[in-house]
């Protein structure tokens, strides 16, 4: 039963993984050592079950998305990118997050597995469950096009800071302001970087080539861009 539900055989890797809260409570216990122990099996407990459940929901998630694609019998995952898939997918505790984790793990696995992964691993590692609406929302709404030298690209997309708020479901400028320039430090928008404009109610949210690559990745293809994207494609 065990390997019915593990369609990744990477469960022994996820428990690996929970050996890197080992360390919490060292400081309590140089001052109060019962009191640390207590503690510490106790938050090491519910820390190992609550990842457990995430990561637990990503690889459904990932088993879904897979057999959309086809299937996964043959194929297998690059053992690095399932450690760093599930150690870093097991702290995230929202749908949206989940499902970006999964996507990434259904997009690793092939017949001949590469780390091609990697980068989008590290980059998703450092997004927030509204930077993945944002992301998703400008993938899909940007017109998209191959360059004459074959890049995928988007045409520019500009919203009212009113639609922002809708993708988002968050209304303070202030944190959206961080989050776009979180975004927009890390590559996700095109050309000189999007987000709030500063002397008007506009903002830019034109994704990069980055971020159309890292979107379809966490949707579950490892084709390359233009492929997945090809029915949404116009001539440049």
Request: negative net charge; aromatic residues 8%; hydrophobic residues 40%.
């Amino acid at each position: 039963m065990e390997q019915e539900n593990d369609f990744l055989g990477i469960k022994p890797v996820a428990r690996a993984a929970e050996k890197s809260i080992d360390g919490v409570g060292s400081f309590l216990g140089k001052i109060c050592m019962p009191v640390a122990e207590e503690l510490g099996l106790y938050f090491q407990d519910n820390v190992k079950v609550w990842r457990a459940n995430n990561a637990a929901k990503i690889e459904e998630k990932a088993k879904e998305l897979a057999m959309k694609s086809g299937g996964y019998e043959g194929k297998t995952v690059h053992p690095l990118l399932a450690w760093k898939i599930i150690e870093n997918g097991s702290f995230a505790d929202t749908p949206e997050l989940q499902q970006v984790w999964a996507g990434l793990l259904s997009s690793s696995m092939d017949y001949q597995p590469d780390d091609s992964n990697h980068i989008f691993i590290d980059l998703v590692s450092q997004l927030t469950s509204i930077q993945v609406r944002i992301i998703e929302y400008s993938c899909l709404t940007a017109n998209k096009y191959v360059s004459k030298s074959g890049y995928i690209q988007a045409d520019d997309l500009h919203r009212e800071a009113k639609a922002v708020f809708d993708i988002t479901g968050c209304n303070d400028i202030h944190r959206l302001d961080r989050e776009l320039d979180h975004l927009s430090n890390l590559g996700f928008f095109s050309g000189l970087g999007g987000g709030f404009h500063p002397e008007d109610s506009t903002v830019d949210l034109t994704p990069s080539a980055l971020s159309l690559q890292l979107f379809a990745r966490c949707c579950g293809s490892n084709q390359d861009p233009i492929t997945f994207y090809d029915a949404k494609l116009k001539t440049a």
